[in-house]
């Protein structure tokens, strides 16, 4: 794919999610060089919506096949270590990703190294603020919405009355 020229210093990610057998799991990624835990997140890419890219990172360097919500959940700051030993700061635009598959074989298996974790180990593995302060917002999110509420237990109650 073409990497589009507009727009260099922001990137797109993905952050990959599951139900687990002990709740809401999330996918981290090592980064190439300095093996820091992140998620999927890439460059832009000519002719595909934001969502679409972040979708493109999370199969190239994860496997990961699943849906993508369109509206992201926020972004957050990183320096992006060049080639030459320089810095770019970039800003990264923050798409959940609910996954149905992790492929056997990606284009970046043998570069990577994945690790599903739960809400606290990422949270831990991950050292960028903002990306952390995003897992912890998706995840109390996430818990508000799966979890059950007395008001609606008690109409469920009622309905199998009738």
């Not at 912890?136 to 008690?154: G, I, K, L, N």
């Amino acid at each position: 794919m073409t990497v589009s020229k507009q727009s260099e210093h922001i990137q797109y990610g993905a952050l990959p999610w599951r139900r687990g057998r002990g709740g809401l799991e999330i996918l981290l990624v090592t980064t190439l060089n300095t093996k820091r835990w992140i998620v999927p997140k890439g460059w832009p890419l000519a002719g595909h919506a934001p969502a679409e890219c972040a979708e493109h990172e999370a199969l190239e360097e994860a496997g990961l096949l699943g849906k993508m919500q369109p509206k992201p959940l926020g972004s957050f700051p990183y320096e992006k270590s060049s080639r030459g030993g320089d810095n770019l700061s970039c800003n990264v635009l923050l798409f959940a990703m609910e996954v149905k598959q992790q492929r056997r074989l990606w284009p970046e298996k043998k570069l990577r190294e994945t690790r599903w974790c739960s809400v606290e180990e990422a949270l831990e593995r991950v050292s960028n603020p903002g990306l952390r302060s995003l897992i912890q917002e998706f995840a109390e999110d996430w818990h508000s919405r799966t979890t059950d509420r007395p008001d609606s237990v008690a109409v469920t109650h009622e309905q199998q009355k009738s």
